[in-house]
């Protein structure tokens, strides 16, 4: 059952609601002098948890990134760890580590001594400082390449080379501002799958901030969508896109078609498809994921399912499916995600589509915000 936060907007805590608060972010706000950049955002992060803070460019994420390791202020709001307010604290008091996007590597130092440095600049004793180095290394698998200089590693070594200089300061909450994208694709997956696996094992908070979809739904416990300064909705990858609240959700994360319906003593209609439904009369707008439409089978009269003829105007190949447009009549185009094998039926002529009811998911309009 979900959670609704100050800002109205409703998310999944099935995961994150059984664990205690590490993080509370309260009603925070964030302007630079007219420009409102975060609005009335609330927020719990749970000890443990993997949270992604996902947003075009301009969402203000990294501002919500910067205020919780202290790098900027809030204009309102507080933020908590546990019992403390973490907000009156400067950032070098906080227990709070924060992964650039640059990595932010010294060149001139090994990567011992970068691991090290906020170690030394605390003047913790030299047998601790190694034992913790030696450590650190050794959880993102770099204690080979302890003695070189960051410009003799790759991208991907000097992403965990600066991972494990924020790790090994201990921090109950690590930060991560787009850390993987200055890597290759085939890269970038790969440290995807170790970056999560490394959360799993030292069990700490990460805060994730990213703008790709695809890489918050891989890496994360629960996915804040933000959008335009404001969460647009709070939930765990699966829900987020099986079960998007609002249109923006439901076209941000991945593809999907949005269907403009009128409801009338139980049925929605849109142009020439109807289905049953139970939400309200009146103008409805539902969200049908292309992969939830499939080449109708022979099978004719199952209840919920909806059926229509089109004809294929357009195919583009994705590897193992492809993606094609039907267009349905009376204006109605539908993209369509069916498996590759399936698209010797699916030639540029007509054909008949059919999706459960079911997969016909109402979602709230999404004005638009300045």
Request: glycine share 8%; net charge positive; hydrophobic share 40%.
């Amino acid at each position: 059952m979900g959670t609704k936060l100050e800002s109205g907007v409703v998310g999944s805590e099935e995961e994150a609601g059984s664990r205690a608060p590490l993080l509370s972010i309260r009603s925070v706000a964030k302007s630079f002098g007219r420009n409102i950049v975060l609005r009335n955002i609330s927020l719990d992060v749970s000890e443990g948890e993997f949270l992604t803070i996902l947003g075009e460019s301009g969402s203000g994420k990294t501002t919500l990134l910067r205020i919780i390791a202290g790098f900027e202020s809030a204009s309102a709001g507080e933020v908590w760890m546990g019992n403390e307010r973490l907000d009156r604290q400067p950032p070098y008091q906080r227990r709070v580590n924060t992964v650039f996007q640059n990595y932010a590597l010294f060149p001139h130092l090994t990567v011992e001594e970068n691991v090290a440095y906020g170690l030394r600049v605390s003047k913790r004793p030299d047998a601790e400082v190694l034992t913790r180095v030696s450590e650190a290394l050794s959880k993102v698998k770099m204690s080979a390449h302890a003695k070189s200089k960051p410009a003799k590693i790759s991208g991907g070594q000097q992403q965990r080379v600066a991972l494990a200089r924020a790790l090994v300061n201990r921090p109950r909450l690590l930060l991560l501002d787009e850390p993987l994208s200055a890597l290759d694709a085939n890269l970038r997956r790969q440290m995807q799958v170790e970056l999560k696996s490394l959360q799993r094992e030292v069990g700490i908070s990460f805060i994730f901030v990213t703008h790709d979809q695809e890489e918050a739904m891989v890496m994360s416990d629960r996915i804040a969508l933000l959008r335009s300064g404001e969460l647009e909705q709070v939930a765990t990858p699966r829900e987020i896109y099986g079960r998007p609240a609002t249109a923006y959700a439901a076209q941000f994360i991945g593809h999907t078609n949005l269907l403009k319906c009128e409801v009338k003593d139980g049925i929605a209609r849109c142009l020439p498809l109807m289905w049953i439904t139970k939400v309200p009369e009146g103008p409805a707008l539902f969200s049908l994921r292309p992969e939830n439409i499939r080449l109708a089978t022979g099978n004719v009269g199952i209840v919920g399912t909806v059926r229509v003829r089109g004809r294929v105007c357009q195919q583009a190949f994705h590897g193992a499916t492809e993606l094609i447009r039907v267009e349905c009549g009376n204006g109605l185009v539908l993209a369509v995600r069916i498996a590759g094998r399936d698209a010797e039926a699916a030639p540029m002529g007509e054909i008949e589509l059919e999706f459960s009811s079911s997969d016909a998911v109402p979602v709230r309009e999404s004005p638009d915000r300045i």
